[in-house]
């Protein structure tokens, strides 16, 4: 049996516990991520949990905080993470201390957790690559699906609108989603001048996944403090409003207001470069978006090639404190955005540089912070004031990285 038929014959097999569960919970905490996979897993979920006339509350996060995944285990019923959690199973097992059931579905490299209360449901522990082939909205589709036993091309197609965010061809399990919202017709496919397409029937009109993906990922970002995702949740299982998308609309205009007024202050001095790093920081120019849009600038400011290309790019905001729908994080703290240019990019491709992940974790958590992402781009959370500390000690780490893989060359030079 290969990959994809054993974890939907798992899935099968674990519906009717998940949905006794479920049921019998009271009231059902969704916590999901910001953007359309976040969003769109949040949607089908929430389809299953109204068909069956659960409770349920939702909660939008943009970032794992440890403090907020402890006040999460103080909420009564059941704790469901989607698109997050995964990589921190560890300590969500910990803090539940073997009282609650908790679910998370993600695709996230995760922790692989040994708790009979805790549900880590994620295609890479059964072989299946959660960056290729499986978005988090893929995931939730196909437990669903197993849960009611069919196939239903409405949450398919949310499925697939989620799965954007994965590049190239569909595959895998976001291929199951496809077939299932092709054969209701709900999705065409198009074959565009370089690539193929899947455009979504969305108010009788078909519009590419990508656009609808980016559509809600600006929904709950930027509008993150402004009822942003519950309105995107809303556009999943309603359609697009008039209502919906004329917010969407002034969100968008609000970003590219936002990025203007960021790139006058880098060009008027606001940009530093130092031996391996270049920042800026945007104090709380963004404090009343979604800290998500850090990140995006960060990659706009490089494309539009105003940085080097072969140092990291970091970009610092002021953190707004607010969660919606569960108070405010204690502190005062900065958010921190990774990029790494094309030049840095192979150098870290070539292991001659370190991941921007592996530095900036070790970097934020020296510093009572916490960071995590990928080779390329990662994003983390320090005490306000220690920004300069941590561009200090990020180039001390780099430095000592390079030092190292030179002396590794070097040896092997020798060799040969
Ligand atoms: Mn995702």
């Known amino acids: 049996m290969d990959e994809i038929s054993h974890f939907l014959d798992l899935l099968s097999k674990l519906g009717p516990d998940v949905m006794s569960r479920l049921k019998s919970a009271g009231e059902v905490t969704v916590v999901h991520h910001d953007d359309a996979d976040g969003i769109t897993s949040a949607a089908i979920l929430e389809w299953l949990l109204d068909e069956n006339n659960i409770d349920s509350k939702l909660i939008c996060l943009e970032k794992t905080f440890p403090q907020i995944l402890s006040r999460l285990e103080s909420e009564e019923g059941v704790l469901v993470y989607l698109d997050l959690g995964s990589p921190h199973a560890k300590l969500i ?71 954007a965010e994965i590049p190239g061809e569909i595959a895998g399990l976001n291929e199951l989603a496809l077939r299932d919202a092709l054969s209701a017709g709900l999705v065409k496919r198009r074959a565009l001048r370089r690539r193929i397409d899947y455009a979504v029937v ?57 990025y203007r007024e960021a790139l006058t202050r880098l060009r008027e001095g606001g940009f530093h470069t130092t031996t391996n790093v270049q920042w800026f920081h945007l104090g709380d120019l963004f404090l ?35 969660i919606p729908g569960l108070g405010e994080l204690e502190g005062e703290y900065s958010k921190v955005s990774v ?24 970097v934020c958590s020296l510093l009572g912070g916490f960071g995590d992402g990928h080779d390329y781009a990662a994003s983390g959370i320090i005490p306000r004031g220690r920004e300069r500390e941590l561009i200090r000690r990020m180039n001390r780490r780099v430095e000592q990285y390079a030092a190292k893989s030179k002396k590794g060359r070097a040896s092997l030079d020798e060799f040969f």
Do not use: W
């Open 202 to 258: 969305e108010g009788g009109r078909l519009i590419s996944r990508s656009e609808l993906s980016k559509r809600l990922t600006i929904l709950g970002s930027v509008g993150y403090y402004r009822n942003g995702p519950q309105m995107a949740l809303k556009a999943c299982l309603e359609g697009f409003s008039p209502a919906i998308s004329s917010l969407y609309k002034k969100l968008e205009e609000e970003r590219k207001r936002l």
């Open 288 to 322: 009343n978006v979604g800290s998500k849009v850090l990140g995006t600038f960060a990659s706009y400011v490089m494309h539009r090639g105003m940085s080097r290309r072969d140092k990291y790019l970091v970009g610092f905001m002021h953190l707004n404190p607010k």
């Open 93 to 163: 097992s910990k803090l539940n201390r073997g009282r609650d059931f908790i679910m998370i579905l993600d695709h996230h490299d995760p922790e692989k957790v040994d708790d009979p209360k805790i549900l880590n449901i994620n295609p890479e522990l059964y072989g299946i690559s959660g960056e290729s082939e499986a978005s988090a909205s893929a995931v939730v589709y196909a437990l669903v699906r197993a849960i009611i036993g069919e196939a239903k091309g409405e949450l398919a197609k949310l499925a697939l609108i989620g799965a």
């Open 339 to 362: 990029r790494t240019p094309d030049q840095l990019a192979a150098m870290i491709r070539s292991k001659r540089m370190p991941s921007s992940a592996e530095v900036l974790s070790h």
